[in-house]
């Protein structure tokens, strides 16, 4: 007896602690994700044809047949999923590999009472539980008073979906620290990750990964960061670093027709009148709001400003209102209203022209130059 028990201690103390990469198992969980949405994208056209309520209506059930789909041909056979295949991972029987027995057992696979649990807690609740949210929310189970029934259901449901997000936290610490556990799910029922093969390496590899992964986080930080860049405004800027001189696409173009209305204008037999004339530092009229909004788009600044004017490519640093004038007379009308006896109204229209000169601002007329 002691002879085994010095031969059973040995055997363990060569048999090296199971470390499975972190990455790995998450990765795998990824991958079955996106599989899962290609999957739902697929299904979803099927029903293209039909009106836009009935895949709404049934798009839990939808979901539900997909994960089924998935369970039917993976854990349902003792297979990995696609996700644990390309990552080369099974699921292992836990029950099997504690103490003393995992000495003496390969991997082991899923009992039919983990597979039908897997099933239960992985495949049929979330579809209950999305079922009983949309009933509940749609029924305003949650606007019932404190002493109604279906209110203590909806905050009991509430209660459970926190402890489980919970658990679930603490799970995933857990699982960063010795990596055996993904899920809560998989530790209730003493299901975990090993290799498939322990002589062959994933299928992807770490120089794809790690170059998917740099590729993931560049483009999801210039997307972040491109709102905040004011590409025509770095243009400008260097531009005018450069002094690089515009052509002047506008020189045919009337003086009082506005350059800036032009260019954000792909019209080419439409005119462009002023309105609200401004003039730059460099002498050329524009309406206010074009010039304006291009000399705060340059940088960002105003008072910065790196605008390029179209006519004659200066820096338009400052603008000032354009007054010119333009003599006419002015026309006056008045109008009379007299009731009638029988109560009938009539108006009488006189005109009286004036015949002095009068300097006014007229912002209707074209600009003279």
Not at 121 to 126: E, G, I, Q, R
Request: hydrophobic residues 35%; positive net charge; glycine residues 2%.
């Amino acid at each position: 007896m002691s002879n085994y028990k010095r031969t059973l201690n040995s055997a363990r103390q060569a048999i090296p602690y199971l470390k499975i990469m972190r990455s790995c198992q998450l990765d795998s969980i990824i991958i079955d994700k996106e599989i899962f949405s290609i999957l739902k994208e697929l299904f979803l056209k099927i029903f293209e044809v039909y009106k836009p309520s009935f895949r709404d209506k049934y798009q839990s059930e939808i979901k539900f047949f997909i994960n089924l789909l998935i369970y039917r041909f993976s854990i349902l056979e003792s297979k990995p999923t696609y996700g644990c295949k390309l990552q080369n991972l099974k699921y292992r029987n836990e029950f099997f590999h504690s103490s003393k027995k995992s000495m003496f057992n390969a991997n082991s696979d899923l009992s039919k009472e983990q597979k039908l649990m897997y099933f239960v807690l992985k495949v049929l609740s979330p579809y209950l539980y999305e079922k009983l949210n949309d009933y509940m929310t749609n029924n305003g189970w949650s606007e019932y008073s404190i002493k109604n029934p279906k209110k203590k259901i909806w905050k009991l449901f509430q209660s459970l979906e926190k402890i489980y997000k919970l658990s679930s936290l603490l799970n995933f610490y857990t699982f960063l620290y010795n990596g055996k556990y993904t899920s809560i799910i998989d530790r209730l029922l003493k299901i975990r990750l090993v290799y498939d093969n322990e002589n062959s390496n994933r299928i992807i590899s770490n120089d794809y990964l790690s170059f998917q992964l740099v590729w993931f986080v560049l483009t999801n930080f210039l997307l972040f960061i491109l709102p905040f860049l004011n590409i025509k405004g770095i243009k400008n800027y260097f531009k005018g670093l450069l002094n690089i001189k515009k052509i002047n696409k506008y020189k045919d173009l009337p003086l009082n027709q506005c350059a800036i209305c032009k260019e954000n204008n792909n019209d080419v037999d439409s005119s462009y009148p002023i309105h609200i004339p401004y003039i730059t530092n460099c002498g050329h009229v524009y309406c206010y709001y074009c010039i304006r909004s291009e000399m705060i788009n340059s940088t960002g600044n105003e008072k910065k400003s790196m605008y390029m004017c179209p006519r004659c490519s200066a820096i338009v640093k400052d603008i000032e209102p354009f007054y010119y004038y333009d003599d006419e007379s002015e026309t006056s009308s008045t109008s009379e209203v007299d009731d009638n006896e029988e109560g009938e109204e009539s108006e009488k229209d006189t005109n009286s022209n004036n015949d002095d000169d009068v300097d006014t601002l007229n912002h209707r007329n074209l600009i003279k130059f």
